[in-house]
């Protein structure tokens, strides 16, 4: 998507009645153009005022009382200027008005063509805008807090200090190679390499703390599966604090995959009901295993429900994490003891619960979160949740191990700064210091029209 000098216009608030909508409009003659179907001129308006007044429809008619409040250039959110008409949330008001703006001049925004502008006139860098489409899209608290904190600059500004460093590191390499032939060194090379590591370490940190970042933007799908009749359905419904799952002692009640979301300090949890995994069962019921195991074969977390007051059951149920564990390594699956207080000896196996009574559920939400999180601290540490800035960070991470090995084995300095020089490059593409037409439509085609 090619920006240019039009002003565009576009609904700003989600389709549909509501009491107000908001039409956003951006371009050097946004103030012109809402004079134009605005019952007073804005052209001499003072940035950040509103105004109250009517729009009318090209044939003079009157459309709604709305509030149009501006901003000069340089002073909103795209850079340029722009206007904003607060009206009345009825889809056939926010047709006419819009429809008013594009006959007198104004043209329909492309999708993420206000964001886009604010990115190529300075007002934020490509991570914080692709972090506006994030904090939109965001569920949880844990979701709201990673991409506000992208969107105020605290991982752009982690990234342009590493890249710093690396800058740094380059120029006194590229020192090094004019003055090649009287052999001169500035440049330390332990210190360098020290540089290199430490960099290094961090990278490969933020690219690591993708796994939490993605799992807390699209929700931590949690399997929980067992036998019939050793309290899956009970569980969940205690997780949730509502009977959303039928219970009975008869087997095989849960016949298909029963799926609900949890936050649990913050972070999403998708809970998945699965139907009770046995052999025998009749076809309708199979048909319910079957999906049973393509969930567990989507699911981050793996929660296996024993009968706790059964050893054959216990035996089973480690048989199952032993084998589910060793067949997806990228997996974590616990054993679940149920039905604890049931049980005339406590096992040691696994966590014990009763879902029926709530015993330890509590303690079972921390686990769950404890997982999710790992050694990462979401208040002080950026947490990666965009595959784009992941993948770029992994290319950066694999050049600065070249670079790494290089100082350690004593490559010559011109193959050294050729890996610098590329780290540096693949670090440009999150901030978009490095840009391409084709990236920039990529990443804008993606959100919202009106953002």
Known sequence: MISSQDTICALATPNGIGAIGMIRLSGKESWS????????????????TTHFGTILSDNGELVDEVLITVFAEGKSFTGEESAEISCHGSPYIQQQIIQALLKVGGRMAEPGEFTQRAFLNGKMDLSQAEAVADLIASQSKSAHGIALKQLRGG??????????????????IELELDFAEEDVEFADRTQLKKLVSDVLTHIKRLARSFELGNAIKNGVPVAIVGAPNTGKSTLLNQLLGDDRAIVSDIAGTTRDVIEETLNIEGILFRLIDTAGIREGAEEIEAMGIER????????????????????????????W???????????????????????????????????????????LKIMLVDEVKGDFNMASETIVSNARHYDALIKTAVVLEKADNGLET?????????????????LGTITGDISTDDLLSNIFSKFCIGK
């Open 33 to 48: 153009i809402a004079s134009k179907v605005f019952s007073k001129s804005l052209e001499n308006a003072a940035s950040h």
């Open 155 to 172: 991982f752009s500004n982690e990234l342009r200090d590493l890249r710093e460093q690396l800058i740094n590191f380059a120029s006194l």
């Open 292 to 319: 049973s195991l393509e969930k567990i074969e989507q699911a981050s977390i793996v929660l296996c429900l024993a009968d706790s007051s059964s050893e054959a059951s216990i035996s089973e149920v480690l048989n």
């Open 321 to 363: 994490v032993e084998t589910l564990s060793n067949d997806h390594p990228d997996k974590r699956v616990f054993m679940i003891a149920n039905k604890a207080d049931l049980a005339s000896e406590t096992t040691n196996e696994g966590i014990q619960i009763s879902a029926k009574n709530g015993d330890n559920i509590d303690a």
């Open 410 to 426: 004593q490559v010559t300095a011109d193959f050294v700064a050729m890996d610098i020089r590329q780290a540096m490059y693949e």
